[in-house]
């Protein structure tokens, strides 16, 4: 069985930093492609960024671009998501996502992911 795990949210000043992890396990790690997801209150999930499965290729969201920086250590079955000069606007549930093995590009939609975790909160205070 399949299990996503993410961990790393929290309550961060405007400027600040975190950094979220998600943990996998029940697959393959390395033959996945992964996704950064967030949802704010009212407001539909949203793409933060993606890694391929080997971890050489990324695509982010405009509005992350530049701050946030996605990688994963297939050695860990861990990916991250590094967030850096936080806004308000990133207060959202994150969630990661996994999709099925051995498809070898970067995938920015909902649809195109299989597998989810559960989610942890990030606030950014003004």
């Known amino acids: 069985q399949v299990q996503l795990v993410e961990s790393g949210g929290g309550l961060v000043q405007a400027g600040g930093s975190l950094r979220l992890s998600c943990v996998a396990s029940?697959?393959?790690?390395?033959?996945?492609?992964m996704g950064w997801f967030r949802q704010a209150p009212g407001k539909e999930r949203e793409f933060v960024a993606a890694i391929n499965w080997g971890g050489g290729s990324t695509r982010y969201a405009d509005s992350v671009k530049g701050r946030f920086t996605i990688s994963k250590d297939n050695a860990k079955n861990t990916m991250y998501l590094q967030m850096n000069s936080l806004k308000p606007e990133d207060t959202a549930v994150y969630s990661c996502?996994?999709?099925?093995?051995?498809?070898?590009?970067?995938?920015?939609?909902?649809?195109?992911?299989?597998?989810w975790g559960q989610g942890t909160q990030v606030t950014v205070s003004s």
């Open positions: 029940g697959l393959t790690f390395s033959r996945h492609a």
């Open positions: 996502a996994a999709k099925s093995a051995y498809y070898s590009g970067v995938y920015g939609e909902r649809n195109e992911y299989d597998y």
